[in-house]
């Protein structure tokens, strides 16, 4: 198996670099969205560097957060970035966990589940977060749709005083396809080159719906980032809440 592009440290630093931001107004949009309602434990799936279920525990002054990840250099970071005593980061895979705990509230930020290539794996996923979640407790994801895969594909180009990158983006085989060129710039001048490739997956947002019914979640709702009902076929990202 590959290395994942998040096991690579420049890639690692490019992405916090790019991505802190939507942590941070994800758990804005989170705190003013459940202001009225008791909300104790936060379990946080694929959860990266961890910023924002450190932002999370601390403006809802939660009892304790738990995040889980697949690569150990996000646990690291997280663990690194993210010191409290409230907080703890397990390195796992969401499709098959178990913690022995319930949740008031699980999350999966940032297209997180995307990555997940079998709709099988949604399925896994979906029953570990139903047996990890207190009756009444919230699920809440999002993830890229079909509209972005068909405008999936593009080459972009940063440049930044350490290192640039080139980003060649695809959607052959119904699948987003990322081809990553990092070019490191060494003390001698020269660059130093390091690839890497990702694949994600996306699903019709009628077969997302029904399997989430079926394993028994409620009150399922497709919105944007502001939790106002959307259509999941007229957005590129769609967010998704529902309940135990
Ligand atoms: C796009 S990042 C999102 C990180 C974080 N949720 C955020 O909002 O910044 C995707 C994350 O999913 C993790 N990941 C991918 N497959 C996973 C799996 N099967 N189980 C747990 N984590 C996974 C990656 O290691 C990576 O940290």
């Known amino acids: 198996m590959n290395k994942s592009a998040y096991d690579i440290d420049i890639f690692l630093k490019d992405y916090v670099d790019k991505n802190s931001k939507f942590s941070f107004d994800r758990a804005l949009a989170l705190k003013e969205k459940f202001k009225y309602k008791k909300i104790t434990s936060i379990l946080d799936l694929a959860c990266g560097t961890g910023l ?22 996000m646990i690291k970071y997280a663990k690194k970035h993210n010191q409290s005593s409230k907080l703890k980061f397990v390195k796992g895979d969401m499709t098959n966990f178990s913690l022995e705990k319930t949740f008031d509230l699980i999350t999966c930020n940032y297209d997180a589940i995307n990555h997940l290539i079998m709709f099988e794996d949604w399925q896994k996923m979906f029953n570990n977060v139903y047996s990890h979640l207190k ?56 660059y130093k080159l390091i690839k890497s490739s990702q694949i994600e997956s996306t699903f019709p947002y009628k077969l997302i719906a029904t399997t989430l019914k079926q394993m028994g979640f409620k009150h399922i709702k497709f919105c944007n980032k502001d939790f106002k009902k959307c259509n999941p076929n007229k957005v590129f990202r769609c967010f998704v809440i529902c309940e135990k």
């Open 135 to 190: 009756i009444g407790g919230v699920f809440t994801f999002d993830y890229n749709t079909l509209l972005k895969l068909k405008n999936f594909s593009r080459t972009s180009y940063y440049e930044y005083e350490e290192y640039n990158c080139v980003w060649h983006n695809t959607n052959e085989n119904d699948r987003f396809n990322f081809d990553f060129s990092y070019y490191i710039k060494q003390k001698n001048g020269e």
């Open 52 to 73: 924002f279920l450190n932002e999370m525990v601390k403006s809802f002054d939660l009892e304790y957060g738990v995040g889980v990840d697949l690569s150990a250099n």
